[in-house]
């Protein structure tokens, strides 16, 4: 049994790590202690998970659900509230904990084990089944600095998977290995399930979650949101993902340039600075208005994409909206729906034919991806000599054959020949595409038409 | 009680302190021989200086120096090495929970092997020289163990602190230099004047170095008031170790 008693936990982020001696006791003589800010990463949990429950958390990068977890296995102590639990608990926030190159494979799974918390007569009585499990074969005896990656992380897999808690932690770590190894570890979970053991799974892999989960939490900014059946909570955690105004960033930020200038590239080669600036300004200011701060935590590892703007500023874009076919605003669409992207564009100058366009792109990490783009220009469409105060609509009308994800929108206005940007918003929208029928794989949707004669 | 836990760890901590001990000289020729050798080629140093160049007069200068030389250089290895058990443990710290303080305590029980290693070579030494094992000489076990807890204590009290103070590394060499030579390792204690004497002997280390040279070497128990220094010190370092790392336990997942 787990039991979470209003349990809240905060974090300390220091200003400035590398203090040495000679300027802490400065700061000490001063009367002034190392300055750092408190952040709540998880206010007020409370839970009960009784034993034999398969309980999956979700939600975003930065909701604490890691935190969560590292709670509940005693890595961290709540500040405030209590975790109660009985029984053995074994985590697995890392594979191969401990694993030193130099000692051999089988050395390794011993102390690996050691650390999980099993002594070596348990060990013992499991040994054959993780090395077969891992199918590493002989070279279990040779040191692990001579194993490859892959086989590495198998031997840290296994010990995990064949070790015998009555509680088991996973946090994410389903998601390494080849599809096979995948698939025989996801078995071995469900043998634990039938054993009647206690499962808890972070996970971003929805499908898993809903999969072997009866009951999901969802957990945002740090606040269980909801507690209950695993398809409904899901659809909760959609809805939160979709229904932000801008994409699920930290923060956005507008660099304007100066007015009617030709160095729009100089601009935005010089936000990283400015942003850096006006993150400053705004965290004196927050400060001064003893707002609460962002939870920033090293738990977001990958930076989500954030929205930036530059531009000249001679037209602007006032307005996005994402329109399904009906019409309606929405963040989510399926795979091969219509999908209309609405902008609205003043203009603050006489401009002369300039183009809009437009690029839907993914991220993978900070890697990003433009699936796809087009601009006004390309489609021979020219929109004339427009006149300082008024406005234009712009309705770009597409089907989106696209695999199922997170995609984000980007869309510009640039003068006639395309060298000079009026305005361009970058990551301004984001939305889901669901692919639940899966009747195709791969990349685009190609349609295929299936033709099949018989022939005698 | 938390101190108790500890013992439901002794896998662990025989798995850590094997580890370090089958690591540490791994990929090097002569492996644990270091252990053994290093000792012996600092003696002949010692010896070498102390004795023939500087003359100091001591009796079987060789025994004189190895036998303090020997738990001394065990309290330096042993508190170099924990200084950063904590601070570089982080991927552990953060991944799996132990009592922390298993940490600088298989480093001290590495050390500590190492240092009873050693024995191999002390006692034929000893004897080889004429000084024979007594009846005292079953008091040596405790006299290790409780030297190993003054250690323990150190460590702890070292390894909290380097968690946060990285600096501590540096003040430390300079503190064992100087603790070294406050501490008659290469000179016998009758060279410290009157007046000092009784501030010279507040050095816990001085206690113990006796009681190991009065036990190895003149084969008697050592005095009662040395018992009762000893104990002192050691509780008094294992209160000086636990205050700090108690205090930053909780949050040490965190702050790493």
Redesign the interface.
Known sequence: MIEALDVSKKFRIWEDRSLNIKETAINFLKGERRSFREVWALRNINFKIKEGESIGFVGENGSGKSTLLKLLCGIYAPDRGKVVIQGKISALLELGVGFHPDLTGEENIFLNGSMLGFNKKEMKKKFEEIVSFSEIGDFIYSPIRTYSSGMSMRLGFSVAMCVDPDILLIDEVLAVGDEAFQKKCLKRLEEFKSAGKTIIIVSHALDLIKNFCERVILLHEGQLITDGVAEKTIDKYHAILSTKERPPDLEGVVVKGTLYTDMVHEISMLEGEEEKEEKEEREEREEREGKEKRVEMEEVVSQKPRYKRYGTFEAEIVNIVLKNEKGQETFTFHSGDMLSICLKIQFHRDLKDPIVGFYIRQYDGDHSIDIYGTNSRWKNIELGSIKKGKGIEVKFLQRIPIPEGTYYIVVAIANSDGTRFYDWHENIKTFTVKNEDRLWTGIINLTSQILISRCS | MKFIEIF?????I???V??DF??RY??SYLGILWSLLNPLLIIIVYTLAFDYIMKIRVKDFPMFFMCAYLPWSYLTTSLSLSLSSLSDSG????????PREILPLSILLSCLLHFLITFIFVFPFLMFFGYFPQWATLSLPVIILLQSLFTFGLSLFLSSIHVF????RY?LDVILTVWFWLTPVVYPISLIPDQFLFFYKLNPMTTFVTAYREVLLSGGLPAPQYWIVILIATSASLLLGYFPFLKIR??L???I
Do not use: G, M, P, Q
């Not at chain 2, 991927?91 to 132990?98: E, T």
């Not at chain 2, 103070?165 to 501590?168: A, L, Q, T």
């Open positions: 439901n760890y002794l896998d662990l025989k798995n850590l094997s580890r089958k690591t791994k990929r991927y552990l710290i953060k991944a799996v929970y132990f103070f990285r600096d501590i003040i909780k949050r997942a965190e702050e």
